[in-house]
């Protein structure tokens, strides 16, 4: 399975517009410790020509763009055969509005996603008005049934409920329901070799523990680095767990569980422009690096 990370950036990217945090504010100044990010997405293929995308980042255009393996060699066309939305949340959806043109695309996403996105954030209803008749909707369950995506015939896919938050905009917001938010893990038939994708992790519970634990590679939320870091930088009023999303420092954090596997490359993903990691030159970066933990960066490829 070929693997491409299109965004490993929470919501906002960095920089982000409205931010002038130590990273923003550092990246605009040239650090060269501070990488730019675009927003959470990555893309598998099993043949290297046909692609399924995973959320569709309000970035998407960009990273397309910036990924040769994408453009289409037809004079219409294009590589990206399936779509799997891992939420609602608006920096893994709203870039479908971007796709337009490529409609009809085919969405897989569980029904309470689906439920989102024809009702408080219609992307699926508004695109029906353009050519190709908008969507084809294939549900994803959360029963453990795996799925699979024709384009790559040798592998499996399973959604793995999780607990993590609904979107600020969602009527389920701060009561999220199984379905609102999975992470998938992808399996090689052949080989048994899996993919685990959680690119938004509010709690660790064991069963997900257990499903990490048996991972070769493992592309994890790293939102944050403490809790409170947004409210300590002024920026808001949330903690990490509000929003759904674990903290990777401290007790009870992500690196301490992290620390218990053995198999799996450990990879974080979805960091958001706050975290300090995001610098190489700090000691929370040499700190992780000491964990065996690596920070995915855009354009990143990983085969398994
Ligand atoms: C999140 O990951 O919590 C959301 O994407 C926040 C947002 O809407 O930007
Ligand atoms: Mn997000
Ligand atoms: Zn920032």
Request: charge should be negative; proline fraction near 6%.
């Amino acid at each position: 399975m070929k693997i491409k990370i299109l965004g490993s950036s929470a919501g906002g990217g960095l920089p982000q517009f409205n931010c002038n945090c130590d990273n923003c504010k550092g990246y605009r100044a040239g650090k060269p410790s501070i990488r730019r990010r675009t927003q959470s997405s990555i893309t598998i293929s099993e043949d290297g020509e046909n692609w399924v995308l995973f959320n569709t980042s309000p970035d998407i255009l960009e990273q397309i763009h910036n990924s040769p393996f994408l453009h289409p060699q037809q004079r219409r066309e294009t590589k990206i055969k399936a779509i799997v939305f891992i939420d609602a949340q608006i920096d893994h959806t709203t870039g479908l509005l971007m796709l337009r043109e490529g409609c009809p695309h085919e969405v897989y996403c569980t029904k309470e996603v689906h439920e989102e996105l024809n009702t408080s954030f219609p992307l699926f209803t508004m695109l029906t008005h353009w050519d190709g008749g908008g969507t084809h909707y294939h549900e994803v369950a959360t029963d453990g049934t795996s799925f699979e995506i024709p384009v790559m015939p040798n592998y499996s896919f399973k959604a793995v409920p999780l607990i993590s938050n609904a979107p600020p905009y969602s009527k389920y917001r701060d009561k999220p329901r199984a379905g609102d938010n999975i992470g998938m893990v992808v399996i090689n038939k052949q080989t048994g070799k899996r993919l685990f994708y959680l690119p938004g992790l509010g709690v660790l519970q064991q069963a997900i523990i257990d499903e990490m634990r048996i991972a070769d590679v493992l592309l994890v939320d790293g939102t944050l680095w403490t809790n409170d870091e947004m409210i300590q930088n002024g920026f808001s009023s949330k903690l990490g767990t509000d929003m759904g999303h674990v903290p990777l420092s401290g007790e009870g954090g992500l690196i301490e569980t992290l620390d218990t596997l053995e198999k799996p490359r450990k990879i974080l993903i979805h960091i958001n422009n706050t975290n300090p990691i995001l610098d190489e030159t700090t000691q929370e970066y040499r700190e992780l690096i000491r964990h065996n933990i690596e920070i995915s960066y855009d354009g990143m490829h990983i085969e398994i």
